[in-house]
């Protein structure tokens, strides 16, 4: 008589994907000049009680039970499944690793596997045009060491009608070859360089030259981070175009349709004279950062 078979871990990645026990938060990413939200980043999140309460714990813990691919592409089928039940949330920005969009994303997302000539058809007899609205985050920079092999796989969403978006830029694993070559429609800001820019003359700076790699590229840039009203009064200022952040709206369950009230009243930027050199574009002013002119 065969031995009963033991039950499920409890802690296991996979028994937690195969009872379908994920579900998705969205951030709003707000337009700074048209003063709305234009799209939401799509965030995982786990079941209460789950062993694992943070999207970081569950991607760590998938790493040690070797299912990450597996987890990840799970991660983007939630994600893409909000498009037909919730048409107003805009622009979804999905996280995707390089590793996972290489290895299949496409295919799992459409049912299985499928040859390159016929990727742009939908399994369930959409068009070519079915991605369209969706921004794919590629994460995990400094592990892209086949470019070419990520240009391929991003040519099939893109002719799906997908967007593509580098997360994080600046955080130290970024790579400006990436920008270069993948060219991305959108490059997110890393929120170190958001937070307290109003107070520091350096990331106002940075600021400054990822907008010029921005215009020279033809990508648009979104801060991520925002916390306070100073750091959105700069961004605003600057003319960074979109925005992302607490200050903005915090991951829930359902998509924000309008912006917060204290987002919209930010006052215009003082310019008053620095006590130091008697000009009024300098960046020195007590501590704190006043705006470049020119």
């Known amino acids: 008589m065969p031995a009963p078979s033991a039950p499920p871990d409890p802690n296991s990645v996979r028994a937690l994907l195969s009872a379908g026990g994920l579900h998705t938060h969205v951030q709003p990413i707000v337009d700074l000049a048209a003063r709305r939200v234009v799209g939401h980043e799509a965030l ?4 209460p009680g789950c062993a694992w309460r943070s999207p970081d714990t569950l ?8 299912c ?3 987890l990840e592409h799970a991660c983007v089928q939630l994600a893409l499944a909000r498009r037909s039940t919730e048409p107003g949330i805009g622009q979804l920005f999905v996280n995707l690793s390089a590793d996972a969009l290489v290895h299949g994303a496409l295919q799992q997302w459409r049912g299985g596997p499928a040859e390159p000539s016929t990727m742009t058809a939908n399994a369930g007899g959409g068009t070519a045009g079915d991605l369209s609205g969706v921004v794919l985050e590629l994460t995990e920079h400094q592990l892209v060491h086949d470019v070419d092999a990520v240009q391929e796989a991003l040519s099939e969403w893109r002719a799906a009608g997908a967007a593509l978006a580098l997360d994080d830029f600046g955080d130290g694993r970024s790579s400006l070859r990436l ?8 490059v997110k800001i890393d929120k170190y360089f958001v937070r307290h820019v109003h107070l520091e003359s350096h990331k106002l700076k940075t600021l400054r030259a990822l907008q010029q790699l921005a215009e020279t590229f033809g990508s648009r840039l979104i801060a991520e981070g ?4 100073d750091e959105l009064m700069v961004l ?3 003319g960074i175009p979109l925005v992302q952040g607490y200050l903005l709206g915090r991951p829930q369950a359902t998509p924000r349709t309008l912006v ?3 987002a919209l009243t930010v006052p215009p930027m003082a310019t008053p ?8 574009n300098c960046s020195r002013q007590d501590g704190r950062i006043m705006r470049l002119q020119g």
Do not use: I
Request: net charge negative.
């Open 179 to 186: 920008w270069s070559e993948l060219r991305p429609e959108f």
């Open 44 to 47: 995982v999140r786990t079941p």
């Open 260 to 262: 917060p009230e204290e």
């Open 59 to 66: 991607f760590a813990a998938a790493r040690r039970e070797g």
């Open 273 to 280: 004279n620095c006590p130091t050199c008697g000009r009024s």
């Open 226 to 229: 925002v916390e306070e009203t």
């Open 236 to 238: 605003r200022d600057m």
């Open 68 to 70: 990450t691919l597996e």
